[in-house]
T-cell receptor, first 115, second 111 residues
Framework: DTAVSQTPKYLVTQMGNDKSIKCEQN?????MYWYKQDSKKFLKIMFS???????INETVPNRFSPKSPDKAHLNLHINSLELGDSAVYFCASSQIRGRNTGELFFGEGSRLTVL | GQQLNQSPQSMFIQEGEDVSMNCTSS?????WLWYKQDPGEGPVLLIA?????ELTSNGRLTAQFGITRKDSFLNISASIPSDVGIYFCAGHPSGNTPLVFGKGTRLSVIA
């Protein structure tokens, strides 16, 4: 069983379209994340949810809307896709340890290509 | 925001050689984590360090949490072709919860 699974793995779409990426974790963790990895491989946090509540929202355009129906799922919906949205999006989960977010476990990534 | 300086950016080594990479920060970190990312995959946790001075091994990998709490290194001994990938350091800044990532070290191993 995959611990953190995200779908789809590849997504090719036209500018202006709306798309969603789904993520599920079976580790029993209380916190989930979305990271964006650009072409230079920099990993940048976008959002973090703890027990379905948004706790981190970095400077991300409001075209990106995360949704957490329960603590095992965190989906990412993107409206009006732009060329610059092309990247690999990683879902991750962790268990909060005190004031730290704990060790993150990542999914395999979803490569989004906007044409 | 917090930044981690990871070096080197890339390395080309011969199979069998030892490898060393490190991360530094201008501020104190509470934990240090080292991840490896294979092509087309997500980062995988290699080693987690929680106390200043801690030295931890995982097979041929050894990592240390610097005494000053502002740095960490990762060593790989007797490299093999499957060590190829991008290695990321990450850490929790003191007083903050978000995990900060370094920019990665891209390792290439020549057989």
């Amino acid at each position: 069983d995959t611990a953190v699974s995200q779908t789809p793995k590849y997504l090719v779409t036209q500018m202006g379209n709306d798309k969603s990426i789904k993520c599920e974790q079976n580790l029993g963790h209380d916190t989930m994340y979305w990271y964006k990895q650009d072409s230079k491989k920099f990993l940048k946090i976008m959002f973090s949810y703890n027990n379905k509540e948004l706790i981190i929202n970095e400077t991300v355009p409001n075209r990106f809307s995360p949704k957490s129906p329960d603590k095992a799922h965190l989906n990412l919906h993107i409206n009006s896709l732009e060329l610059g949205d092309s990247a690999v999006y990683f879902c991750a989960s962790s268990q909060i340890r005190g004031r730290n977010t704990g060790e993150l476990f990542f999914g395999e990534g979803s490569r989004l290509t906007v044409l | 925001g917090q930044q981690l300086n990871q070096s080197p950016q890339s390395m080309f080594i011969q199979e069998g050689e030892d490898v060393s990479m490190n991360c530094t920060s201008s501020s104190i970190f509470n934990t240090w984590l080292w991840y490896k990312q294979d092509p087309g995959e997500g980062p995988v946790l290699l080693i987690a360090l929680y106390k200043a001075g801690e030295l931890t091994s995982n097979g041929r990998l050894t990592a240390q949490f610097g005494i000053t709490r502002k740095d960490s290194f990762l060593n790989i001994s007797a490299s093999i072709p499957s060590d190829v990938g991008i290695y990321f350091c990450a850490g929790h800044p003191s007083g903050n919860t978000p995990l900060v990532f370094g920019k990665g070290t891209r390792l290439s191993v020549i057989a």
